[in-house]
């Protein structure tokens, strides 16, 4: 299960947009406009939710479960270990400067 907070927390820890989302989970930009519009659990078919947790999992994102192990106990989203936050990814390498 996933929640709609999470599911945009999600999104926007891994730096893509709607668009983006539904590109890479091969679903279409309404369905997931209508997740994350959802209140509290989205609910929609088995396949599309997986093809979405799917698809966040391959940008390194890690949905934290009800009761999980987290700083405050709740349901959340965290960037898998060893994963570079967007930012990063995006940012070009120092261009050096003779000196």
Do not use: F, H, K
């Amino acid at each position: 299960m996933i929640t709609a907070s999470q599911l945009r927390a999600a999104r926007a820890l891994a730096g893509c947009d709607q668009r983006q989302l539904a590109e890479r989970s091969g679903l279409s930009l309404p369905t997931i406009q209508r997740m994350e519009a959802s209140e509290g659990v989205v609910r929609g078919n088995v396949d599309s939710l997986d093809r979405v947790i799917s698809a966040l999992a391959t940008l390194g994102i890690e949905l934290i479960g009800e009761g999980a192990p987290s700083a405050a106990g709740g349901r959340g989203v965290r960037l898998r270990s060893g994963v570079a936050r967007p930012t990063e990814r995006q940012r070009p390498a120092p261009a050096e400067v003779p000196g």
